[in-house]
């Protein structure tokens, strides 16, 4: 896990490494002051040297001006170590988030993901900095008094020491529940995040459904889980703190008690003992911040260890001896395909969760194949396994006679253009959304793609034109204007297969058959797989597979199938007979 670590720190380790001298510049700059102080009281004041004083307090004046100088270093620097840290990671992380196979994302909240892009690695970059800084100035805080205060009694000291196990014994005792109460805190804080990240997401539906009470309600139960957590945190919180000051109090009693007998019995003077009183606090600074240094590199700790899991997570990797698939003709076929959803390997045989059991189809090269049937019986499954969003439990899927598996995912993705269901538009102009995977596409491209798609019209009438942001998820625009920009999006990628998922099932009927013939025109010449609820657009198919749950049950032209008088009769019958 460390090595892993040190990839990130290596590219900066200047900046780190000037950091922690600083750090242990800041520590040793500290010690001087008591010893002066004690100088002063024993030899200065009795002789009343008040140039020595005056000089002393200069050199201290100077001392501190240094030590402006190195914090200013740490707390600039410092985090701009940090900082930078942060963004390699960050870069990392979003590039193997991007490589996720699409089924990660079936099963992982955004919330969740997002908390790891944001809050994980602000405080993996704050330990980075911070957690090395505090225990080089402690380390040497802790070491340099120790010696400093035996040199001027070793016996004193000692007692002194003697009081430390108790605090160490508290700080054990304590910190770790104050940590598992924070621990608790986060993963409360998490599903708050969760839970606002949904119901913004779907407002329109909690408003169209009168849900704001349950909405509400669903909230304040989290909210109130987390208040729960949050005040047992702090009670851990409190009397840590309160704890801590204890401890210094008690340290400075001790020293005054038996300092004091010291001094009584002349085994110290006064400077050594006003020396001791300042030792104490600057012995408790350092430990304090150990503790709470702890606690950074705990939470940091964890912080990657969630870094890691997710960067561990297999990113879709293209296969060994996978090639670029170039470009396809474009003869599709599944053989005897297989496909559940959720994780492979374990119930594989429970012909129950099979979305998809030992199919066999083939989509000739220029020909379009029609898939009609009923809800989840898997058609759009079928769309998704051809650009390998999911991979396949049997059987093979081939391109030209070639498995896609052989093929880099990104070139035979290359080769399909999809129109789905639900489109997706991505904040920015239009422009940009038509444009979106396609490189080099110039304006004119764009607007001829808009044009195809009978979209330019609307483009043109807005007062941005095609500068018009959409909005997020393209929420500005309606569902049937969104669709048809996802149709130009095909129309200028120009790929050789297409797939279209129910594509024109947002449009009313006048465009949608304006779109029909575009689409019709794109067709031309390409291998196309059409789903389609609506029988009229698909009738000039060159095959029609009725899918059912129970698989393909019929298949054959519109009007061999008509002929049959089975299933797709009755889609018919129902669809135009009325
Ligand atoms: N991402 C997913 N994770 C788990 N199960 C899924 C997922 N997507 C679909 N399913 C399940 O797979 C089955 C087939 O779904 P699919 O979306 O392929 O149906 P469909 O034929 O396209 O239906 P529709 O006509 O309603 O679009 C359904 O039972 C559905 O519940
Ligand atoms: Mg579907």
Not at 90 to 99: G, K, P
Request: net charge negative.
């Amino acid at each position: 896990m460390l090595k892993g670590f040190a990839k990130y720190i290596r590219p900066h380790r200047g900046l780190f490494f000037l950091d922690l001298f600083c750090a242990l510049l800041v520590g040793v700059a500290d010690e001087f002051m008591p010893m002066m102080v004690r100088q002063m009281i024993n030899t200065y004041v009795p002789d009343q040297n008040w140039q020595m004083m005056v000089r002393i307090c200069i050199a201290l004046a100077a001392i501190y001006l240094v030590k402006l100088g190195l914090n200013l270093i740490i707390n600039y620097w410092g985090h701009i170590f940090g900082i930078r840290l942060q963004a390699d990671m960050r870069r990392d992380l979003f590039a193997h988030i991007e490589t996720l196979p699409v089924s990660y994302f079936d099963t992982h909240k955004t919330g969740a993901i997002m908390s790891r892009i944001t809050n994980d690695l602000q405080e993996i970059s704050e330990m980075a900095h911070h957690g090395p800084e505090n225990i080089f100035t402690s380390a040497v805080m802790l070491v340099l008094s120790a010696i400093l205060l035996a040199r001027i009694n070793a016996e004193l000291t000692i007692i002194v020491y003697c009081t430390l196990p108790l605090a160490v014994l508290f700080v054990m005792l304590i910190r770790g529940r104050q940590l598992h109460a924070f621990e608790m805190n986060r993963i409360k804080i998490g599903e708050i995040n969760a839970d606002v990240e949904t119901s913004v997401a779907g407002i329109r539906v909690t408003k169209a459904y009168s849900g704001i009470d349950k909405e509400l309600k669903k909230f304040n139960h989290a909210n109130g889980e987390y208040q729960a957590s949050a005040s047992k945190a702090y009670k851990y919180l409190a009397l840590f703190n309160s704890g801590m000051i204890f401890f210094t109090d008690l340290m400075y009693v001790v020293v005054i008690i038996v300092g004091g007998m010291f001094f009584f019995q002349g085994k110290i003077n006064s400077g050594d003992f006003v020396a001791y009183l300042l030792y104490i606090s600057m012995f408790l600074t350092p430990i304090k911040k150990l503790v709470d240094t702890f606690e950074q590199i705990v939470q940091g700790a964890t912080g990657y260890k969630r870094f890691n899991e997710l960067m561990h997570v297999p990113g879709e990797q293209d296969d060994d001896g996978a090639s670029d698939a170039g470009c396809l003709a474009g003869d599709i076929a599944f053989n005897d395909v297989s496909f559940h959803y959720g994780e492979k390997g374990e119930d594989e045989d429970d012909e129950k969760e099979q979305v998809i059991s030992h199919l066999d189809l083939h989509i000739k090269k220029g020909e379009t194949v029609a898939l009609v049937g009923p809800s989840g019986g898997g058609k759009s499954t079928i769309c998704n396994l051809i650009p390998r969003f999911y991979e396949i439990d049997g059987g093979s899927i081939t391109i030209d006679g070639r498995d896609i598996r052989t093929m880099t995912r990104e070139s035979l993705r290359r080769n399909i253009g999809i129109v789905a269901q639900d489109v997706f538009l991505f904040n920015g102009t239009i422009a940009e959304n038509i444009a979106y995977g396609t490189d080099h596409a110039g304006m004119n491209d764009v607007i001829l793609a808009a044009k195809k798609a009978k979209i330019h019209d609307y483009i043109v009438s807005l007062p941005n034109g095609y500068e018009t942001n959409v909005g997020e998820r393209g929420l500005r625009l309606s569902g049937g204007q969104r669709q048809r920009i996802s149709i130009a999006r095909v129309f200028l990628k120009n790929p050789q297969i297409l797939i279209l998922d129910e594509a024109t099932s947002a449009l009313d009927n006048a465009t949608e058959m304006q779109i029909q013939t575009s689409l019709d025109e794109l067709s031309e010449g390409r291998t196309v797989l059409v789903v389609a609820h609506r029988l009229s657009t698909i009738r000039n198919a060159n095959e029609i597979a009725v899918l059912t749950s129970q698989g393909i049950q019929e298949r054959g032209t519109s009007q061999q199938l008509l002929e049959q008088k089975g299933i797709y009769w009755h889609l018919y019958q129902y669809q135009f007979a009325k």
